[in-house]
């Protein structure tokens, strides 16, 4: 975490005084369940908690912000709205995958872009789709349906002013990962996330490793 920061700011040239740790999921919305019933909300949760202490802890002049601290649902756009209020320089929300391959494994981070598979695309169709549950989600999303592969065109041809910004921070992320853990490294990748697009900051969607392994 600290080399990582320290590392994005010689590149970046950003000042990182507000970081918003946004966990995945969350109340009604379980997200990815694993093998032995192990909800992603619950681990998007810890993951997220540890983090901001390790923050805390090395870089005592960062604010750390939680778009939720406990196990309760809050919408997508409300997450990033609240990054948006506070000023955040940097946007982490933090995910667990699943898949039906035994096989799959690793970790990946993923910046708001236009997916270049099918699996991309169903990554951030599972993700998005939390905005079904969300009351009035129609007027609040503008009709944007998670289900049509057409809807994420138009999403991601606003092309964010942080996009590059946050490839180096999710470049940096996934090599230290890669070194200090031995993780397999699934690599930088690109989808239409409704939670980044949002966000007015340099944002980042970490996928964890796979529950269902």
Same mark, same amino acid.
């Given at each position: 975490?600290?080399?990582?920061? /320290?590392?994005?700011?010689?590149? +970046?040239?950003?000042? &990182?005084?507000?970081?918003? &740790?946004?966990? !995945?999921? %969350? ?11 192990? #909800? ?11 983090? *901001?202490?390790?923050?805390? =802890?090395? #870089? $005592? ?8 601290? +406990?196990?309760? #649902?809050? !919408?997508?756009?409300?997450?990033? /709205?609240?990054?948006?209020?506070? !000023?955040?320089?940097?946007?982490? =929300?933090?995910?667990? @995958?699943?898949?039906?391959?035994? =096989?799959?494994? *690793? ?5 708001? %872009? ?15 789709? =939390? ?8 007027? +609040? ?7 049509? $592969? ?28 890669? @070194?200090?853990? %031995?993780?397999?490294?699934? %690599?930088?990748?690109?989808? *239409? ?6 966000? +007015?900051? $340099? ?11």
């Amino acid at each position: 975490c600290m080399l990582v920061t /320290k590392r994005l700011i010689s590149q +970046t040239g950003l000042g &990182i005084n507000t970081v918003v &740790i946004d966990p !995945g999921h %969350g109340g009604k919305d379980p997200g990815a369940i694993g093998v032995k019933k192990t #909800f992603e909300k619950n681990v998007a949760l810890n993951v997220c908690l540890k983090l *901001g202490t390790l923050i805390k =802890s090395n #870089f $005592p002049n960062v604010k750390v912000i939680y778009t939720r601290s +406990t196990d309760e #649902f809050i !919408g997508l756009a409300a997450r990033a /709205k609240k990054a948006n209020s506070a !000023g955040a320089d940097l946007f982490i =929300s933090i995910h667990a @995958n699943a898949a039906g391959s035994s =096989s799959a494994s *690793g970790f990946e981070s993923w910046v708001l %872009g236009l997916h270049k598979s099918k699996a991309a695309l169903e990554v951030a169709k599972f993700e998005n789709s =939390s905005i079904l549950m969300e009351d009035d989600h129609e007027q +609040t999303y503008q009709a944007f349906d998670p289900n049509d $592969p057409d809807a994420y065109i138009a999403l991601t041809m606003r092309q964010s002013a942080f996009l590059d910004q946050s490839l180096v921070f999710a470049g940096l992320l996934q090599e230290d990962c890669t @070194n200090k853990l %031995g993780v397999k490294n699934r %690599g930088v990748k690109q989808a *239409g996330f409704m939670v980044l697009y949002r966000a +007015t900051m $340099p944002a980042v969607l970490i996928e964890l490793g796979f529950l269902s392994n």
